[in-house]
């Protein structure tokens, strides 16, 4: 079993940054992709960034890319979420996720994972 904890949220203007940190434990963290996804009030959780076990590939939503990176320690087993030049319309929670190694599911699809965070709250104001 995996366990998530995320931490780094919080308020912040528009224009400036913040770093989502998750912490993970387990023995598995090292062979799945990890994700980060994000849920708006009154909408619909969404994809954001995704990394494959290796960190060969990272996969990033279009609403995000060249604003938000996603990256990895598997020495630490933690994934990371850089979030720059954040608009309000990026306040939301946001989960990180466990994934399978081994999936015909998206690795931008929430089927894909099986392991959640509480969430941490990230709120933009501008």
């Known amino acids: 079993q995996v366990q998530l904890v995320e931490s780094g949220g919080g308020l912040v203007q528009a224009g400036g940054s913040l770093r989502l940190s998750c912490a993970a434990s387990?023995?598995?963290?090292?062979?799945?992709?990890m994700g980060w996804f994000r849920q708006a009030p009154g909408r619909k959780r969404e994809f954001v960034a995704a990394i494959t076990y290796s960190s060969d590939s990272t996969y990033t939503a279009d609403s995000v890319k060249g604003r938000f990176t996603i990256s990895r320690d598997n020495a630490k087993n933690t994934v990371d979420l850089q979030l720059n030049s954040l608009k309000p319309e990026d306040t939301a929670v946001y989960y990180c996720?466990?994934?399978?190694?081994?999936?015909?599911?998206?690795?931008?699809?929430?089927?894909?994972?099986?392991?959640w965070g509480q969430g941490t709250q990230v709120t933009v104001s501008s």
């Open positions: 996720a466990a994934g399978a190694r081994y999936s015909s599911r998206s690795y931008l699809s929430e089927l894909r994972y099986d392991y």
């Open positions: 387990g023995r598995i963290f090292s062979n799945v992709p």
